[in-house]
């Protein structure tokens, strides 16, 4: 039986050095951060947890926010005659799979992570129906895809973990956001968030941070000590993604 005083632990304590490469932080081109004041704000709040490293990720989708390497690094410069010399920012984008995805793809208009991985998302509401085709053809372009907050697709969800574990054949890895650890987007996106860290299946960790109020939850997440157990080495293995 569990006692009620089982020690707990912070995320934040096992955060400095990290990198965190899911947020929203580029001012102005998405639904994260409006200005380049808000920006900063999010990164000093980044730095009260030991975070000065990034990589900024603005939502790449054909019909909301069609930004491009000439959208992403004209908002990462009007940072970075701001930022302190212990910040260290890169670009890259989340990717929604979609057919302008397809387009950029094909007119090789990316900016991978570390020129290897793509940051990758679905709908809430279902998967693209050419799924397969678009992973083939990420693939094929040498890139391996990083499927963001897999625990977020409630469509996805069941006891067996079928779904996953056929997109985990296909090449995925997966990135779960620090916020599912809490009930911030559901109790039923939390409970799946332990069971794929239960089953081993969460590859990397990071914020998606949009706001600041995002890293005030992140600093106050408790884990039991079975859960630090578990986050340990999803932590380790995002950091030693960046050496």
Do not use: W
Request: proline letters at 5%; hydrophobic letters at 40%; charged letters at 20%.
């Amino acid at each position: 039986m569990l006692s009620i005083f089982q020690k707990k632990t912070f995320l934040a304590d096992l955060l400095p050095g990290f990198t965190d490469f899911h947020n929203h932080l580029l001012p102005g081109i998405d639904d994260g951060a409006d200005t380049a004041t808000d920006s900063l704000n999010i990164i000093e709040k980044f730095n009260e947890l030991g975070i000065n490293n990034f990589v900024a990720t603005p939502h790449v989708m054909g019909e909301f926010y069609p930004n491009t390497p000439a959208t992403i690094l004209p908002a990462l410069n009007k940072l970075k005659n701001q930022l302190s010399k212990d910040t260290q920012i890169q670009v890259s984008g989340e990717y929604m799979m979609d057919q302008f995805l397809l387009e950029q793809l094909e007119a090789e208009n990316l900016l991978p992570i570390l020129e290897k991985y793509l940051l990758v998302e679905m709908s809430y509401f279902q998967a693209p129906i050419n799924l397969e085709e678009i992973l083939f053809k990420i693939q094929n372009q040498d890139l391996k895809p990083i499927l963001a907050h897999p625990e977020r697709y409630a469509f996805y969800h069941s006891k067996s973990l079928v779904k996953y574990k056929d997109l985990k054949s296909r090449g995925c890895d997966f990135q779960l956001n620090m916020l599912s650890l809490t009930p911030h987007y559901g109790i039923g996106i939390q409970k799946t968030a332990f069971q794929l860290l239960e089953n081993g299946m969460i590859d990397y960790i990071s914020s998606d941070a949009h706001k600041v109020e995002h890293l005030e939850k992140i600093k106050n997440i408790k884990l039991t000590k079975k859960q630090h157990s578990l986050l340990e080495p999803v932590v380790n293995r995002s950091k030693s993604l960046f050496g």
